[in-house]
């Protein structure tokens, strides 16, 4: 694929589209016109006409691979975030965006997501709260699901004891993340 095609490719991809509608060749003169080209003309064996259906712009021998359908396989392994996170409504989201894996199956539920997501990464197979504000003690904090959260919380309460709550809640949130840590 040359530079032009590649340029519009990425720029018709980056458009959400919802609806295709046909327009009919009388109301669309160029796609009129193109189908109206070969009109009374000889037909040879390269012209393609002979086809099926028509193979890949760069093909010059027909169609080499004829694909009936593409789908998931069932059993196709999840990513270990995916279940990690499994049935956190927070984070679940999230991962599955940054993943990129559909989010939603509504456009409000998969905006809402990618809305969510934009604090977020994943570096070195975790999952990390990225932080935005200049005024935060550490740049980014692993996210974790609120049912580990508590078992930390009480690692570090047991760890430390009730000397100082403060310190054990800064130490705690200086490392790791989840809904209602505050």
């Known amino acids: 694929m040359n530079t032009h095609h590649s340029r519009w490719k990425e720029s018709i991809l980056c458009h959400n589209i919802v609806d295709v509608r046909h327009r009919p060749g009388i109301n669309n003169p160029v796609a009129d016109g193109l189908s109206r080209m070969w009109r009374n003309r000889p037909r040879t064996d ?20 004829d694909i009936m359908q593409v789908s998931d396989s069932p059993g196709f392994p999840s990513h270990h975030l995916e279940d990690k996170f499994r049935g ?25 997501a990618m809305h969510r997501a934009e604090g977020f990464m994943i570096e070195n197979d975790k999952l990390w709260r990225v932080s935005g504000k200049k ?11 609120a049912a580990l959260g508590f078992q930390i919380a009480l690692n570090e309460h047991l760890k430390e004891g009730h000397f100082n709550p403060d310190l054990i809640k800064l130490r705690i949130r200086d490392r790791y993340f989840w809904p209602g840590l505050d």
């Open 46 to 65: 390269t012209d393609g006409s002979s086809w099926s259906v028509l193979p890949n712009w760069e093909a010059s021998r027909g169609i080499l691979h």
């Open 88 to 112: 956190d409504i927070f984070f679940a989201p999230v991962v599955r965006h940054l993943l990129g894996k559909s989010a939603g199956d509504s456009i409000p539920e998969r905006r809402r």
């Open 135 to 145: 005024t935060d003690r550490v740049a980014k904090t692993e996210c974790v699901p």
